[in-house]
């Protein structure tokens, strides 16, 4: 499992350890990342992810894990998530139409 956030994209990043003596040694930037049960609305079901914890915050921020997605960028989503974004989004369009 990489260590990346299903919804964001947010992976590792690199960088250096500067000590006193400015001597660089290379280092690891981990993300925060979380495992989350969110609820979506529009399919009634619950769906686990990985995510990071400001992906969690901007999540409740839209207002739900469909909201998130629905103006998410298909570019950083994760497969899953891919495919849970069109997922809703054809069940909002069924509803729509109904």
Do not use: W, Y
Not at 28 to 48: D, G, K, Y
Not at 54 to 59: E, K, P, Q, S
Not at 82 to 98: H, N, S
Request: aromatic residues 2%; proline residues 1%.
């Amino acid at each position: 499992m990489s260590r990346a956030c299903e919804l964001t994209g947010k992976a590792v990043m690199s960088g250096n350890n500067v000590s006193h003596a400015n001597n660089k040694t290379r280092r690891r930037f981990l993300p925060n990342l979380l495992n989350v049960t969110l609820i979506s609305e529009a399919l009634n079901q619950n769906v686990r992810l990985r995510i990071s914890a400001n992906a969690l915050r901007t999540v409740e921020h839209r207002g739900g894990l469909d909201a998130f997605l629905a103006k998410a960028d298909v570019a950083e989503l994760s497969q899953r998530a891919r495919l849970l974004k069109k997922q809703i989004a054809k069940k909002a369009a069924e509803q729509a139409a109904a």
